[in-house]
């Protein structure tokens, strides 16, 4: 498995994984933006506009009926963040040419949709079509709003929110409802026109062509577009709330959803090594001791965010069980900090992640997500790269990590009926 | 062992019944450090009545669940699960409807890990103490699916088009029937499920084949019982609901709509009928979904399939809507001109479309193992699909479409927000 990267015109960044492990190539195409409140929705509503038509497919039924003669290709907006970066473009699969005999190659096909899908929109009066733009307002206003069905994920998002207020590190991917609803043809347009002028654009590529024709055929497709300018996309440094928070969300849930967030240090290796000791799995310390040995939950576990230096520890519990929880996951915080750490705990925190990043490497979409989020942060280890350092953490490392790490939060999701006065009721949020 | 080679798709598999009837299914993958292992017992939450021991049984809902639960802990107070950790695999198991399934995957030590799976799904340990446990963890999950609106909605939507049916229960049970489970209880279901002839094992990875084999008949012995007698009726016991509603906290109404019908195909070629069918009818390249979404009716979510369960034929179209009511109607007002749906054309493109999509399938080591151990639990090899779908006619697809959406009966279930957003 070799991975390059190069710069194939100004602005341009790409990065291949050639392997003939898959039957599929996978390939990501995406503009990085700064994330800002005030963009984010309408930026994030830039993929699924384009989406919509381009000039040579002018609808989503032809370019979905491309796809499908394409022997079921997909090329689907992508919307995510890194840190502070947002991401907007496509992520495209398809069939390896390997097991079809296809007119052209399958990885020039979807470059060049991708291409058209980018570069080339439907205009009407020289702006975005009006009548897309309201559908796709209305869809992102819903996804937005769905976030709620998801009550582990929404969780999560309320508790980074809480832990950088007023900071892009809060803000959610797709931004929030109320500046997606302002969102109008012309805003969406300029936003795009921006983007077009000053944002790098991102391709990720896994599959079984090898670097050289990957570099040429983006650069013979994406020859017309080249940019003298653009933005240097890279995390900045999160800035946490000053003191500790407690606070919570109301919603109409049976089960409440516990968040305590801890702001990590700067040391992305050791901090995953952390993570695996505390709730990385079925043999760390959250699983064994909050859920079998207290029976308290049926989901626990840790998150580590190395471009936000964020650890969340989580579980779903009954409400009125809500304090022992909590006392337990920081007691088992406080474990590792005061260096009650077993070998055998530490060996198999690093076994699972170790088998983790192998498996990753045997797996296309994982391959492909494992080098996008990597677009950003500096960080260029292969995941075989990144086993061989998770291997070598000591003991002494990991509690010197626990140690630097500083409780910021302890949030809520909860039900109607669990209203506390102590703690500190969210405003709606929408 | 059987060595079955499909070019088209480049996979080979190793097949066997073993003496002890525990059908084996090897799939090579030269090259990868990943190994992945499934053993899955044809027991899911539809057995509710069956014999054991010359007696009928109808134990609990949500006891096959419980039971996938209770077979991790082992009788000397370890716990399977951490017996994978020490390699670093990653176990976990599921149940559904017809099938409990336990599995893992690891980069290092398969035969060890192969060994713990296989030891911990033949040693059942059931204590009062342990169940007991045990009831406090599937109350929480219990609690965490039931604020799940796309749980909810689906829950609501098989009860409503098999009243009367166990595909009508729920996979997990309710807090109430599980505190009846007892370990008795989970004696009796497992003696008469897990058994070998009625389990398929099956593994992807660089492996031999004949390590599988050799484990499994040590490990679960080389006696062959009969399969387990199961009480098989699982058509709905009065006429389907035609609407069921229930609110929850949701900012767009999510819905479900089921069709019911009598198989008329069977094994791998309705599965891939169906699919096929669907895709043209309400596929994202289709008539139907395209005025749908251009009249902002549906979004992204939009999605059609099959659930084919012993000679029944659920067909299931969910999404989020402002209107369900009106996606329903104009999906009925579209089945009047079925015919129109197939055109050879059209056909095509949604053949090819399917055709990569089953192909994609087999790039994932936990998609191939648990579609072909459910496809030999149901008594086929998932594999031949290349062959089956080059046989796939438009009169089958007219045929399916027809017999679905002309003539099933059809069930509506959604989930609105309790300020009344529909």
């Known amino acids: 498995m070799k991975t390059m990267e190069c710069e194939i015109l100004p602005g341009i960044f790409l990065r291949a994984v050639q392997t003939r492990r898959f039957k599929t190539s996978s390939l990501a195409v995406a503009f990085l933006s700064p994330l800002e409140q005030k963009t984010a929705s309408v930026h994030a509503l830039l993929p699924f506009l384009l989406r919509r038509g381009c000039r040579k497919l ?200 516990l968040f305590v967030g801890l702001k990590a240090p700067e040391n992305e290796v050791v901090m995953k090594v952390l993570s695996a000791v505390l709730g990385g799995g079925t043999a760390s310390k959250l699983f064994l001791n909050v859920r079998e040995r207290a029976s308290l939950c049926y989901y626990t576990g840790s998150v580590y965010q190395p471009r936000q230096n964020t650890l969340c520890m989580y579980a779903g519990v009954e409400e009125a069980n809500v304090s022992v929880a909590c006392e337990k996951m920081l007691c088992e915080f406080q474990n590792c900090v005061d260096g009650n750490i077993t070998e055998a ?29 990597r677009a950003v942060g500096g960080d260029v280890k292969t995941p075989s ?46 | 062992m059987k060595e079955n080679v499909y070019q088209r798709i480049n996979e080979r598999e190793y097949y066997t019944r073993l ?21 899955a017992v044809g027991y899911g939450s539809v057995d509710a009545s069956f014999e054991c021991d010359g007696m009928e049984l109808t134990p609990p809902k949500g006891v096959a669940h419980f039971l996938e639960h209770k077979m991790f802990e ?70 965490m699916v039931n604020d799940r609106p796309e749980w909810r909605v689906y829950e609501n939507l098989m009860a409503g088009m098999f009243p009367g049916s166990p595909l009508g229960d729920s996979i997990i049970g309710t ?51 009969n399969r387990p007698i199961r009480i098989p009726d699982l058509s709905p016991k009065s006429e389907p609901e035609q609407t069921i509603v229930s609110y929850m906290e ?42 749908l979404y251009e009249q902002g009716l549906i979004n992204r979510e939009f999605e059609a399939g099959a659930l084919l369960h012993r000679g029944v034929c659920a067909t299931m179209i969910s999404g989020e809507s402002k209107a369900p009511q009106a996606v329903r109607e104009a999906i009925g007002n579209a089945a009047q001109h079925i015919s129109d749906t197939v055109g050879e054309r059209d056909f095509e493109r949604a053949k090819r479309a399917q055709f990569g999509s089953w192909l994609k399938r087999t790039d994932s080591f ?3 193992c648990r579609t072909q151990a459910d496809a030999y639990l149901k008594g086929y090899s998932f594999l031949e699909f290349a062959d089956v779908f080059a046989s796939v006619t438009t009169e089958d697809v007219s045929e399916y479409l027809k017999c679905v959406f002309a003539e099933g009966a059809c069930t509506l279930s959604q989930v609105l927000s309790k300020e009344g957003n529909a």
């Open chain 2, 74 to 143: 082992q009788p000397d107070g370890g716990n399977a699960l951490q017996s994978f950790s020490q390699t670093g695999a990653s176990p976990n198991a599921f149940t559904s409807k017809e099938v409990t399934a336990y599995h893992f995957s690891c980069t290092k030590d398969f035969g060890k890990n192969l060994e713990i799976l296989l030891d911990y799904v033949s040693t059942p340990y059931f204590t009062d103490e342990n169940v007991k446990k045990e009831q406090g963890i599937i109350e929480q999950e219990i609690g």
């Open chain 2, 366 to 368: 936990e998609n191939l």
């Open chain 2, 250 to 291: 949701v900012p767009i109404p999510i819905f479900a709509i089921g069709y019911q019908t009598k198989s008329y195909l069977a094994g791998l070629k309705e599965e891939i009928v169906s699919d096929i069918a669907l895709d043209m009818f309400l596929g994202s390249s289709s008539k139907l979904y395209r005025s």
């Open chain 1, 58 to 257: 002018p609808d989503l039924a032809s370019i979905n009926y491309e796809l499908d003669y394409l022997y079921g290709a997909s090329a689907e907006p992508l919307v995510q963040k890194q840190g502070d970066v947002q991401y907007l473009g496509f992520y495209c699969s398809g069939i390896d040419d390997s097991y079809l005999s296809p007119e052209k190659p399958m990885l020039s096909s979807l470059l060049e949709l991708v291409h058209d899908l980018l570069l080339e929109p439907v205009l009407e009066n020289g702006c975005f079509s009006a009548d897309y733009v309201s559908g796709e307002k209305e869809n992102l206003v819903s996804a937005i709003l769905s976030e709620k069905n998801e009550k582990l994920s929404y969780a999560y998002q309320r508790a980074i929110a809480q832990m950088f207020p007023n900071q892009a590190f809060g803000v959610s991917a797709l931004g929030d409802a109320k500046t997606a609803r302002q969102s109008t043809a012309q805003s969406a347009f300029s936003a795009y026109q921006k983007l077009l002028k000053t944002a790098p654009l991102t391709v990720t590529y896994c599959g079984s062509m090898p670097f050289e024709t990957v570099a040429e055929t983006v650069k013979t497709v994406f020859s017309d577009f080249s940019r003298e300018v653009f933005y240097n996309a890279d995390c900045s440094k999160p800035m946490f709330i000053t003191e500790q928070k407690e606070c919570y969300d109301v919603m109409d849930v049976s089960q409440t959803v």
């Open chain 1, 385 to 430: 790269e990144l086993a061989e350092a998770i291997c070598d953490v000591t003991r002494e490392q990991v509690v010197g990590a626990a140690h630097a790490c500083e409780v910021k939060l302890i949030y809520r999701l909860c039900g109607k009926e669990a209203v506390s006065d102590e703690r500190e009721c969210l405003p709606t949020h929408q």
């Open chain 2, 19 to 39: 003496s002890n009837g525990l059908t084996v299914s090897v799939i090579p993958k030269p090259g990868f450090s990943k190994a992945y292992a499934m053993l």
């Open chain 2, 175 to 225: 807090t109430e029937s599980i505190n009846t489970i007892t370990r008795d209880t989970l004696f009796s279901c497992y003696r008469a499920f897990y058994r070998p002839s009625n389990m398929v094992l099956a593994v992807a990875g660089d492996v031999s084949p004949d390590e599988v084999c050799s484990a499994a008949e040590q490990i679960l012995g080389t006696t062959c019982l």
């Open chain 1, 345 to 373: 705990e530490l060996e198999q925190a690093k076994q699972v992640l170790v088998n983790q990043l192998k498996t990753t490497q045997d797996t296309a979409g994982a391959l492909l997500s494992y080098w996008l989020e």
